[in-house]
C-alpha cells in the first residue's frame, strides 16, 4: 500500500511517512492518512483492519466512498474497521 498511501499535516508538512515498513514517526493526531486502492465491479464488500502498536483509547474517522464514521476503538494490536459496501467501482 506504500505507494498509494501518503500523510497529509494539518500544520505544516507531516513528519510521518509511509513506506514499505508502513506508517513511520506518526505523532500529530491531526495529520491525515489517505489510501486509494481499485476495487473491481465484482467487488461488493471491503474490510479495513490497521495492524500495529496502539495504546490505550483511539479514536479515528475512517472514510470510505463518500462516507465517513468516527470511531472509538481501545488499542490493540488489529484495530478492525468494519466492513464497508462498495456503490461504485474504481479508486
Do not use: C, H
Not at 508538512?13 to 473491481?40: C, H
Amino acid at each position: 500500500m506504500a505507494g498509494n498511501t501518503w500523510v497529509r499535516g494539518t500544520n505544516g508538512p507531516a513528519k510521518a511517512i509511509v513506506n514499505d515498513s508502513g506508517l513511520q514517526r506518526w505523532s500529530e493526531k491531526n495529520d491525515m492518512v489517505s489510501t486509494y486502492f481499485w476495487t473491481s465491479p465484482y467487488t461488493k464488500k471491503v474490510t479495513i483492519e490497521l495492524e500495529g502498536k496502539f495504546e490505550g483509547r483511539v479514536s479515528l474517522r475512517i472514510s470510505f466512498g463518500g462516507r465517513s464514521r468516527i470511531m472509538k476503538l481501545k488499542g490493540k494490536n488489529l484495530l478492525k474497521l468494519r466492513k464497508w459496501t462498495i456503490k461504485k467501482a474504481g479508486y
